[in-house]
Each structure stands twice: as structure tokens, then as C-alpha cells.
């Protein structure tokens, strides 16, 4: 029988066997290989990530030129329409192709059922539909803990008393 | 290791890990708590590896009324040295003054530049190269390049430094269509003159600046900045065409000095075509000091200021027709002369006219008749009256240069008593081309004068709005502005004038005066013009023609009324008005 003391006794024996030097030799050398496997791998995957990162925003920037560039070439473009289109060039164009201004006293006018003279110009849509902006967030998301402070006790003040206090 | 000791170490690990977000938790408090601490970090934002960079938009465009493109932007290039380079002056500045016509010894200063890190680190050549010169002047320095790559020599010529940045400078297709309507817009982008310099913040556009990241691991979505507002105008290019074509001939045979035509629709307060001359080729405004001589103004029409004359009769007939001073059986007995206080009006012949009705004063245009109705109206009425048809005042039109003109007025130092027989008849005062239009257009309008206006709408954020016509003023009764009317088209009609147009009934009023100097009125030069509107019954437009110093005939009733006919006969055809006949005839 082993009664509670023998029992006691036995629990705090050290251990009557060490493992052998090179084994725990290689148990330290597997750690620190783990360690800097698991820091390679940390820093391949930031390289890796800051890389396409870099390069995406290289990409961006270069698609930010690309749009200054386009914007200026249809401001360009839309002169050189412009310019064919000018009253000048259409003018000597449709002198041209045979055609010239009627004098008044040529006109002749005739009831067209169904016309409509062109209206002027209208080179957008009209008026604007005017939208409310919807708050996203609630106030409590964007304001200061004193602004939150003060607004809810005017509120709870004006609840309680019906006044501001 | 005992139970209690894994509890004591679980303790401190959980301790330890809580103080993280107990000082993320501070800091938020403390952030929120005084907002003024964030401040000193976003002031140190400037010197982080941020670029900022003033976003310059495109400028708004300038349409006519019908959708023609009358101002845009085109791309054009600043040519520069970056100084950091290792550079040939000799050769950059052969090659560029050659190229682009520039001095070679500022080149050569310019490229010679020594390099100082954060103040001397670029050299302007010269702005606003055009794109094909530009282009030449890119492949040129590729050219250079692969040569020098290929070249054995140890300094081979190259254009190392030289730089090419395109830029958006304002267009004109129209060249010097409406020239003096639209202004310019200079290099730095500043709109001068006209509808360019009076819109110039709206179609400029609000300046942005711009955070970029220099380092393309922060680099994000820009924030979109938006263009300049574009602008409709009242404007007719077509009509703006003819009636300049048509000022130019005027001129031409004339011999007048210079000349302004203004097209306006009384009922709306638009300005349909205003032409002046001289006007300059806004693409080319640096020639503006060749063409515009002296203080000229850029647009006569606005910018001059002058006596009118008899065009000015019929204003001083409607205030007396208004308050009822004269009627249609009042009778004058002209004598050839009226004296009153301290001057004396004679006839524009000097002749004694008789006894002439307030139709026939207009018809002859009597001085001395317009003088003794101006007495009747009496000094109060009268001045009420001038100032009521907007006369010594601005009109209020959205064209940057606007003069205001003259009228003294009973009170003013210079006034003198009596004068307002003389102001009847249009000498002693001053108005501007468009202020007479404009007044006189509450004639062709029931009585009412509208905000003159070349912009009929603004387009901005996608969407145009229209600008509606507004009321100024209604200096008289509609019942006074067609009785007018019908007397002007009437007198026209019994002078036969040279401004009637066959098929239409037109009313107007022609006029000459004499030219104000130091030392009294000139005889022999005149200012000619000439003011009506078509259809009588149902006005469509008004013209004013106004030619400065004719020298074929000083009078407004042969140089200034054929004009206004031809203007006429060219504006009905163009904007569709039929005869009065078959418009009658089709309304019914």
C-alpha cells in the first residue's frame, strides 16, 4: 500500500532519465529552423503583397496620366469639331456642293402639318432632380464624444422638461 | 507546475495582451476628447513623400444658342529645361531657338542654369508651343538620342534636359466670330474682356489641390475634380456671321471710322448678334494692342459712350406721351428756333418747319419741336423718365467692360438749367450702343425693358438650366409703347425711307449727331445710327446700328437706315420670319 506521504514522496522525485544530448540538440536546432521558416514566410508574403501593391499603384498612376492625357485629347478633339463644324467651314462646304443663301424675296413659305422648328440648344439634360443625401452613418459614428454628449443631453433635456436647458 | 501557478501566468499573458487595446482605447478617447492634438500630424502631412499639385480642369465650353461650339480648349505644350541633366547649352539652344523662333541667347541662359536642388531646378523656354511643333520637336530630340546612342564620339549632341508638358489652352473655331462678345482667355488662364472675363470663376472652375503619393503603396483613387461650367449663349453664330459681314460693308462704304450693330429680342432681353469693330482673333489675343489702338474699347457696343442723337427722340416723345404732356392732336408751330433759359435748338437744316403734329416732329425730326415737348414734360418728368429707360445707367448685361454712360441730372455740379431741351434731342448725354437699344426696346416690348443677357443657359454637375428672361422695368404703358410704335413705323413709311423692307412693316428711328469736342460741336462729323424693330405688330428683334464718323454722308437717314434694311432682309430669311402678309394668313 502507498499511503499519502510515499505518494507525495514520489511526485516530486526528478526524473531518473535526461534525453540524450543530441537529440535535444536537434529539437533546438528544429525550433530555430521552424522560427525562421515561419519569418521567411511572414517576409515572402509582405514582399509579395508590398510587390503587387507597388505595382498596382503603378499601374494606377499611370492609368491617373493615361486619364489626363485622354481628357485633354477629347478637349482637343471636340475643338477640331468644332472647327469643321464652325459656320465658316459648313458655309464655303455647302457653297461647295452648289447651294447659296435665298434672298427674301424668293422665300416662299408653306403650312407644314406636323413641324416643328428645331428648338435651341439643349446639350444636357434640364433643371436638376434634386436628392437629399442620405445619411450613411449615424451621428454617433462621425461626431466627437463632447458633440455626442451635448446632443443627447439637449435631447434628453428637451424630452424631460420640453426646453432646452 | 501546479494549477495555481498556470492561473498566475494566464493572469499576466491576459494582462499583458489587455493594456494593447486599453491604449488603443485611450488614445481614441484622447483624440476625440481635444481634436486639436490630430493638428500638428496633418500639418507635417505637406513634408511626408506627398506631392501636391494644383489639378487644373478644362475650362468650360461656349456654345451658341443653336449648339455651335464658339470657345473650347486645345492642347498645346510649355517647353522646359530640367536642370538636373547633364546639358549641351550650344546645342540646345541652336536647336530650339531654330525650332521654336525663340532667341538663342536666352536659350542659352536658360540651359546654362546651374542646377540647385529645391530652387533652380527648371528653366521655361517658352508656353504655348502648338501640337504640330511640338510633335517635330519630340522626334527631333528622339532622333538626337538614338544618333548619340549610336554614335562613337565622347560628347555626341543631344537634347538631354529638354522637356515637353502638354497643356490645355483656350480655342476659338470661329476665329473672330463674336470676338468681342466672348473676350480671351490669357495663358495663365484668366479670362479677360467680354463673356470670358464676366464668367471667368464659373467656367475656370473652382482650383483644386491635389495630394499625390509618391510612393506607389499609397497610391488610391484620386479625388474627381470637376470641370468648368459651360455656357449657352444667346447668340446666333449664323446671325453673327451676316450682321458682322454686313457691319464690315457698311464700313467699307461708308468710310465710318468704326461701327457697332447690336441684335436684340426685345421681349426676352437676349442679345441675338452684336457686332463691333474693330475685334480681334481671341486665338491670337497678343495682337490685341495691333488692332485695338489706344484705350479703344475691346466692344464698342458696351465700351463706347457717345451722344445718340436724334435716336433718342422717341424716348423723350413716349415720357411726354406717357404723362400725358402732348397727345396725337397736339400741334407745334415750328419757327426754325427755341430758346429756353440758356440755350437755344435749332432744326437739323436750320428750317422753320410749321405747324406739325407729334407724328410729323418724329417724321422731320425736329430738334425744336423734341425741345419744346421736352418743356412741357417739364425738368422732373423728364429726368424721371430718362432714368426710367435706364439712361446714365448700367443695363446690367453679363459682358465683363460695361460703361455706364452720362446723364446729369438737376442737382449735379455740371447741370445747367434748361439743359433737358438739348438732352431731348440726344446731345448732352452720353449712352452706350446697347443702353439705347435696350431703352428703346421697351418701345417693341408693351412698355417693358428686359435684363439685357448673351447667356441662355449654364450647363454644370450634368444637368442645364436655363436663365429666364427678367424684367427691369416698365418705364411706360403698353398702351403709350405701341402708340409709338405705330408712329415710328408710320413716319418711316411716309419719308419712304431707305429702311423699309418690302413685305414687312418695321418701325425706327434714325440719327445724327454731332460730335462733342473742347471747344463745341463739330459740323462736319457725325455719328450715324439707326434704330427699329420687325414686325411692327408682333416685334421679333431689334436692330441698332451705329457708325462712327461716315464719311460718304454724315447722315444716320442715308448710311445708318439702308444698313438696317439689309440687316433685315438677311435676319428674316435666316430666322424664318414670313412676310406680314403670309404670317397673317398662316395664323389664322
Redesign the interface.
Known amino acids: 500500500m502507498i499511503n499519502e506521504k510515499t505518494m507525495e514522496h514520489h511526485e516530486r522525485m526528478p526524473p531518473s532519465y535526461h534525453p540524450a544530448p543530441w537529440r535535444r540538440q536537434w529539437q533546438v536546432i528544429g525550433l530555430i529552423g521552424a522560427v525562421l521558416v515561419f519569418v521567411a514566410l511572414v517576409i515572402l508574403i509582405y514582399m509579395t503583397v508590398t510587390a503587387r501593391t507597388a505595382s498596382v499603384g503603378r499601374q494606377i498612376q499611370k492609368m491617373q496620366a493615361f486619364i489626363e492625357a485622354a481628357d485633354r485629347r477629347i478637349e482637343d478633339l471636340r475643338s477640331t469639331l468644332g472647327q469643321l463644324y464652325s459656320v465658316q467651314a459648313m458655309e464655303k462646304r455647302a457653297f461647295a456642293l452648289g447651294y447659296q443663301y435665298y434672298e427674301v424675296d424668293q422665300a416662299i413659305y408653306l403650312r407644314l402639318p406636323g413641324y416643328y422648328a428645331a428648338d435651341d440648344a439643349i446639350l444636357a439634360p434640364l433643371g436638376r432632380v434634386e436628392v437629399v443625401p442620405a445619411r450613411s452613418l449615424p451621428p454617433e459614428y462621425t461626431e466627437s464624444v463632447i458633440t455626442w454628449l451635448q446632443r443627447t443631453l439637449t435631447r434628453l433635456f428637451a424630452e424631460i422638461w420640453g426646453s432646452q436647458p | 507546475m501546479n494549477n495555481h501557478d498556470q492561473a498566475q501566468r494566464f493572469y499576466i499573458l491576459g494582462g499583458a495582451l489587455s493594456v494593447l487595446p486599453l491604449l488603443v482605447a485611450v488614445q481614441i478617447?484622447r483624440i476625440?476628447?481635444s481634436?486639436n492634438w490630430i493638428k500638428p500630424i496633418l500639418e507635417a502631412l505637406p513634408n511626408w513623400p506627398y506631392e501636391q499639385h494644383e489639378v487644373i480642369t478644362?475650362r468650360g465650353?461656349i456654345?451658341?444658342?443653336?449648339?455651335?461650339?464658339?470657345a473650347?480648349?486645345?492642347?498645346v505644350y510649355e517647353v522646359g529645361i530640367e536642370l538636373q541633366y547633364d546639358r549641351n547649352p550650344e546645342v540646345i539652344a541652336q536647336m530650339l531657338s531654330a525650332m521654336l523662333d525663340v532667341d538663342y541667347m536666352d536659350v542659352y541662359a536658360a540651359a546654362s542654369k546651374e542646377y540647385v536642388s529645391g530652387k533652380s531646378v527648371y528653366a521655361l523656354i517658352k508656353q504655348n508651343v502648338p501640337?504640330e511643333q511640338a510633335e517635330k520637336l519630340k522626334n527631333l530630340i528622339a532622333q538626337m538620342e538614338e544618333q548619340a546612342e549610336k554614335s562613337k564620339s565622347k560628347n555626341p549632341p543631344r537634347l538631354t534636359g529638354v522637356v515637353l508638358y502638354?497643356r490645355?489652352a483656350r480655342?476659338y473655331?470661329?476665329?473672330t466670330?463674336a470676338a468681342n462678345i466672348l473676350g480671351y482667355v490669357t495663358l495663365q488662364g484668366q479670362g479677360v474682356f467680354g463673356v470670358e472675363e464676366k464668367y471667368n470663376d464659373i467656367l475656370a472652375g473652382q482650383p483644386r489641390y491635389v495630394v499625390?503619393p509618391l510612393?506607389?503603396?499609397?497610391?488610391?483613387?484620386?479625388e474627381s475634380v470637376p470641370r468648368g461650367v459651360?455656357l449657352?449663349l444667346s447668340i446666333d453664330?449664323?446671325v453673327q456671321?451676316e450682321v458682322e459681314r454686313i457691319l464690315d460693308k457698311a464700313l467699307r462704304q461708308s468710310g465710318a471710322d468704326s461701327g457697332t450693330i447690336v441684335v436684340y429680342i426685345p421681349k426676352t432681353g437676349e442679345i441675338l448678334a452684336m457686332a463691333s469693330v474693330p475685334r480681334i482673333d481671341p486665338n491670337r489675343y497678343w495682337d490685341y494692342e495691333d488692332i485695338i489702338k489706344g484705350k479703344a474699347p475691346f466692344n464698342r457696343a458696351i465700351g463706347a459712350t457717345y451722344e445718340p442723337g436724334s435716336v433718342y427722340k422717341p424716348i423723350t416723345m413716349a415720357i411726354a406721351f406717357e404723362i400725358g404732356a402732348v397727345n396725337l392732336e397736339t400741334i407745334f408751330t415750328d419757327t426754325g428756333v427755341f430758346s429756353y433759359k440758356h440755350n437755344t435748338v435749332y432744326n437739323w437744316n436750320r428750317g422753320a418747319w410749321g405747324p406739325q403734329s407729334m407724328q410729323g416732329c418724329l417724321q422731320h425730326s425736329l430738334n425744336v419741336c423734341l425741345a419744346w415737348v421736352a418743356v412741357q414734360i417739364g425738368n422732373e418728368e423728364f429726368y424721371r423718365g430718362m432714368q426710367a429707360f435706364g439712361i446714365g445707367r448700367l443695363t446690367g448685361v453679363d459682358l465683363a467692360g460695361e460703361m455706364q454712360g452720362r446723364l446729369k441730372m438737376p442737382g449735379d455740379s455740371d447741370w445747367i438749367d434748361g439743359e433737358l431741351v438739348l438732352n431731348a434731342f440726344g446731345q448732352g448725354v452720353s449712352v452706350t450702343p446697347l443702353q439705347i437699344a435696350v431703352a428703346i426696346s421697351a418701345l417693341a416690348n408693351d412698355g417693358k425693358i428686359m435684363v439685357p443677357h448673351v447667356v441662355?443657359?449654364v450647363?454644370g454637375?450634368?444637368?442645364?438650366?436655363?436663365i429666364e428672361p427678367e424684367l427691369a422695368g416698365m418705364p411706360i404703358s403698353a398702351e403709350t409703347a405701341r402708340l409709338m410704335s405705330e408712329l415710328l413705323a408710320r413716319s418711316l413709311e411716309k419719308e419712304s425711307s431707305d429702311a423699309l423692307?418690302?413685305?414687312y412693316r418695321v418701325a425706327g428711328k434714325t440719327g445724327t449727331a454731332e460730335i462733342p469736342t473742347p471747344t463745341g460741336y463739330t459740323s462736319n462729323e457725325t455719328n450715324a445710327s439707326f434704330v427699329g424693330w420687325v414686325p411692327v405688330d408682333d416685334p421679333q428683334f431689334l436692330v441698332y446700328i451705329w457708325l462712327e464718323k461716315p464719311k460718304t454722308s454724315p447722315w444716320g437717314s442715308i448710311v445708318a437706315a439702308p444698313v438696317f434694311r439689309e440687316v433685315v432682309?438677311?435676319l428674316?430669311?435666316l430666322l424664318?420670319i414670313?412676310?406680314d402678309a403670309?404670317r397673317m394668313k398662316?395664323s389664322q
Not at chain 2, 473650347?72 to 492642347?75: H, L, P, V
Request: hydrophobic fraction near 40%; avoid cysteine; charge should be neutral.
Open positions: 478617447l476625440q476628447l481634436p478644362p465650353l456654345y451658341d444658342r443653336n449648339g455651335a461650339l464658339l473650347g480648349n486645345k492642347i501640337q502638354p490645355l480655342a473655331p470661329e476665329n466670330l499625390d510612393n506607389p503603396l499609397n497610391v488610391g483613387e484620386r459651360s449657352i453664330a449664323l456671321l441662355r443657359a450647363i454637375d450634368g444637368y442645364q438650366r436655363n423692307v418690302t413685305g432682309e438677311k428674316v430669311v424664318n414670313p412676310p403670309i398662316l
